[in-house]
Each structure stands twice: as structure tokens, then as C-alpha cells.
């Protein structure tokens, strides 16, 4: 399967500040997805990203607060903009699955531990 | 609205027995369910799936069951070793939509 680098693995930021996160993946793929994971929380999804498209967001995200860009096949950013402490949170980027996962079976980042000041 | 449901946060099993994780779901339009296991500082990793056309799959030591009339969802490990403690979390991927719906997971804790 993928292997996905991201960076950085955590960070504590002040309120108002943005915080930029860098997925990189060892193979060409089409589809990335970035989830959140909130304390206590179930992950979830907050953008897909496509090469050479505009990301697709789900409801209750906004491209203003989570700006992704998607330069290439194997590279996407997350920009989590004017933060609060609310935006806590474990950021995670994922490919979508392999011949061995299943078309499903997703491969994640290590994560981000992102706290708010 | 939460549409997949795991509702023990915990659960501890002693070394060698059966660890049975429950998840349950609301949306009958989920057409893949998967089981993914987490361990601190890293990211989910995918354990095993099973189809909504199916009701079992088993891939080693790990058996997922799936009860489409129910709408519920097992994972079964057995037998249970030290490292599979861990958080485990239940997701579905809705029919036609590249996307999962996670639980808010079950912490496995094996006792030696």
C-alpha cells in the first residue's frame, strides 16, 4: 500500500495564526482526502482534493478556513486559517485503497496534533 | 447526526480470549463497511472490509460479521494478543461516494 509522510506531526499555535500541513505520498494517486479528528471524536472527512480541480468540501467546512491545494499526483496541503481553539484537533490525510486494502480499505498519515492557544 | 455508532468506548479482554467489537449503523445505503485500528501517534490502519452483499469475511485471526437486518456490524479477534490493544474504528462508505463515515471508536485493552 501508500506510504504517506506528514508533516508536521504537531504543533501548538496561537489563536488567529493559520498552520499550513504537508501530506506527501510515495506513489501517483488521484484522490486525496483530508479528516479531522476532534477529542473524543469519530474522524471526519473534511475535503477531497483532486489533482487539477478545485477540493470538493463536506458540509459544514468552508475552502476560507481549510484552504488545499494540490499542486501534483503525489503531494496535497490543509491550511487550517484563523484558528481558534476550537480547530484542535488530529488533522489526517488518506489516499484512497490499493489492490491489497480493497477499493475502501484507505491508507492514512501519521497525523497532526494540532492545539490552539 | 451520527450515522455509525460504536457505542463502548472500551473494552478489555484477557490474552487468548475472544475480543468481540460491536458498531452499529443507520444508513441502509452504506454498500462497504471496514475496520480500521489505531494506535497512538499514528494513523488509522486498515485491519479488514466486508461487502454489504456479504455476511462474513475472516482474514486470520480477525473476523468481521455484518447484520443487514439488525444494521449492525462485529468485529471478532481471536484469539486476543497484547498487541492488538489498540482503538479500533468501525467505518462505512456510502453507495457511490469515494468517502467513509467513521464511529467514534472502541479502545481495546488485552490483558496479559
Known amino acids: 500500500s501508500a506510504v504517506i509522510s506528514q508533516k508536521p506531526s504537531r504543533d501548538i499555535c496561537q489563536r488567529g495564526t493559520s498552520l499550513t500541513i504537508q501530506c506527501q505520498v510515495d506513489?501517483?494517486?488521484?484522490?486525496m482526502f483530508w479528516y479531522r479528528q476532534q477529542p473524543g471524536q469519530s474522524l471526519t472527512l473534511i475535503a477531497t482534493?483532486?489533482?487539477?480541480?478545485?477540493?470538493?468540501?463536506e458540509s459544514g467546512f468552508v475552502i476560507d478556513k481549510f484552504p488545499i491545494s494540490r499542486p501534483n499526483l503525489t503531494f496535497s496541503t490543509l491550511t487550517v486559517s484563523n484558528m481558534s481553539p476550537e480547530d484542535s484537533s488530529i488533522y489526517l490525510c488518506?489516499?484512497?485503497?490499493?489492490?491489497?486494502?480493497?477499493?475502501?480499505?484507505?491508507?492514512f498519515g501519521s497525523g497532526t496534533r494540532l492545539t490552539v492557544v | 447526526d451520527q450515522q455509525v455508532k460504536q457505542n463502548s468506548p472500551s473494552l478489555s479482554v484477557q490474552e487468548g480470549r475472544i475480543s468481540i467489537l460491536n458498531c452499529d449503523y443507520t444508513?441502509?445505503?452504506?454498500?462497504?463497511f471496514l475496520w480500521y485500528k489505531k494506535y497512538p501517534a499514528e494513523g488509522p490502519t486498515f485491519l479488514i472490509s466486508?461487502?454489504?452483499?456479504?455476511d462474513k469475511n475472516e482474514d486470520g485471526r480477525f473476523t468481521v460479521f455484518l447484520n443487514k437486518s439488525a444494521k449492525h456490524l462485529s468485529l471478532h479477534i481471536v484469539p486476543s494478543q497484547p498487541g492488538d490493544s489498540a482503538v479500533y474504528f468501525c467505518?462505512?462508505?456510502?453507495?457511490?461516494?469515494?468517502?467513509?463515515?467513521f464511529g467514534q471508536g472502541t479502545r481495546l485493552t488485552i490483558n496479559p
Open positions: 506513489s501517483q494517486v488521484t484522490m
Open positions: 466486508i461487502s454489504s452483499i456479504k
Open positions: 444508513n441502509s445505503m452504506f454498500d462497504y
Open positions: 488518506s489516499v484512497a485503497g490499493t489492490e491489497t486494502n480493497g477499493p475502501y480499505g484507505y491508507t
Open positions: 467505518a462505512a462508505s456510502p453507495q457511490g461516494a469515494q468517502k467513509l463515515v
Open positions: 482534493a483532486n489533482q487539477g480541480s478545485e477540493a470538493t468540501y
